[in-house]
């Protein structure tokens, strides 16, 4: 649905076995919102992937993303949240 997932199909709107996300490594943290999840490695860096409504995947994009997209517009990121409809990130 939308992508949320982070497997790289569109057509996939669920999956009841844990799936390997391609493109990310060393996470430490997933919160998964409405439409988008967000991901967050030991090193500070975050990625989103999902609906991009609202700017809620916190990249330049107004496109859905089915794969991990990594946000370079902060630095240091300590935390992630995904909620319903925003995305909240604590540096």
Request: aromatic share 6%; charged share 15%; glycine share 14%.
């Amino acid at each position: 649905m939308e992508g949320k997932l982070g497997i790289g199909s569109g057509d996939t709107t669920h999956c009841n076995v844990p799936t390997l996300v391609e493109g990310i490594r060393g996470i430490q943290k997933v919160s998964c919102g409405g439409s988008h999840t967000l991901a967050l490695n030991f090193e500070g860096d975050a990625y989103s992937w999902g609906q991009a409504s609202f700017g809620a995947l916190a990249v330049d994009t107004i496109h859905n993303s089915l794969q991990p997209i990594q946000i370079t517009s902060l630095n240091g990121i300590k935390d992630v949240s995904a909620g319903a409809r925003h995305s909240l990130f604590l540096t």
